[in-house]
């Protein structure tokens, strides 16, 4: 008994002394404390020259992590196993987040270039007042086409998806609310409406497209679009402008009926370690140069009305990704439905996928 509590004394010393030793390394890089932000964010959507330029001039060090879904996000960070002084939510993700009470309220004091923000893309449903979010980046859902492949159809409407000319010629983005969503758009109603009987409607008419759809998919309809591959596609807008710089002669229209308007946002989670230094990065990434900088490495639309400036004409000025405020008016936000409500999307959607493959 008294060897194992040695054996035991020993191992528990050896690794406090391998955790002093770690953490003394860390600050003697300057990583402890203040000096370090860690950052949850989308894969790929930041420049990565920002994050450099953040630490040169602020002395802090960034460790930069990825999340591939909101519900995985908002998991890790649930759970409070790591610590994130930043995070870059969706819309309804943001007010499930304040139901569970995950936000720490922001300091706009500490926010100077919050001014920069386009009044049109503040106050929104799911964060009244922004008083946990400032927008990051936004966009819509519409259909990206191959003219060359269409036809005379423009998809100015929906229903031009539905036409016989078509046939295994359109690829869907794998996702219940954005293909739900455009079922009840089609029908004109809202793409949060969730009254059982016009639910059932649009699947019924997604039912009809099955002739039409080629491949329901993910990330491999950039690549395939700009190949060629199909004549038309449901997608954000973020992805279009990426297929379009690999292929111009294709375009992007968000049907007259409406559709989907997207934000995702930058918050500050409840268990932040570094709440200062969280509010510095904030700001750097609200500055306009530093926000065109962002906007022309990920190809989405910033809501800085300050940095369209120093964008090129060919991006500030494009209406197929910032439209008039005509089309931003018949456009939603995706509200948070509640589980029971996003379970049963996801049931006809799948009801949806098998009918197809009959």
């Known amino acids: 008994m008294k060897q194992l509590t040695r054996a035991f004394l020993a191992v528990f010393i050896a690794a406090f002394a391998l955790m002093y030793l770690a953490s003394y390394l860390n600050a003697s890089e300057g990583y402890s404390g203040g000096n370090t932000l860690t950052v949850y964010n989308w894969g790929d959507y930041i420049d990565p020259a920002l994050l450099d330029k953040f630490e040169t001039e602020t002395g802090i060090k960034v460790i930069y992590q990825t999340f591939d879904s909101n519900e995985a996000m908002l998991t890790k960070i649930a759970q409070g196993g790591t610590t994130f002084d930043v995070a870059v939510p969706s819309d309804y993700a943001i007010n499930k987040m304040m139901e569970e009470k995950l936000l720490l309220p922001l300091d706009k004091s500490k926010l100077p270039n919050y001014k920069h923000i386009a009044p049109k893309y503040l106050d929104m449903s799911f964060d009244p007042g922004n008083v946990y979010s400032v927008p990051y980046f936004w966009g819509t859902v519409g259909i990206i086409y191959n003219p060359e492949l ?153 809501p800085n009305a300050d940095a369209l400036q120093y964008l090129p004409e060919d991006i500030s000025r494009d209406k197929r990704f910032y439209p008039e405020d005509e089309v931003l008016e018949k456009l939603e936000v995706y509200r948070n439905l509640g589980k029971r409500n996003l379970s049963h999307l996801n049931e006809l959607f799948l009801e949806f996928k098998m009918h197809r493959k009959r």
């Open 150 to 302: 269409a036809g005379d159809l423009t998809f100015e409407s929906w229903e031009d998806l539905w036409d016989p000319s078509l046939a295994n010629q359109v690829f869907l983005l794998d996702g219940a609310r954005e293909v739900i969503g455009m079922g009840l758009n089609t029908l004109g109603y809202s793409l949060n409406d969730t009254e059982e009987e016009h639910l059932q409607q649009a699947k019924r008419k997604l039912n009809e497209l099955t002739p039409n759809v080629k491949a329901i998919l993910g990330d491999e309809i950039k690549m395939l679009m700009a190949n060629g591959e199909a004549a038309a596609a449901l997608v954000w807008s973020g992805d279009a402008s990426e297929i379009m710089d690999e292929n111009e002669e294709l375009d992007y229209v968000i049907p007259e009926e409406g559709s989907n308007i997207w934000f995702d946002n930058m918050v500050i989670p409840k268990t932040a370690d570094n709440v200062e230094g969280a509010h510095k990065f904030i700001n750097f990434m609200l500055d306009p140069q530093n926000a065109a900088v962002n906007t022309e490495y990920v190809g989405y639309s910033t």
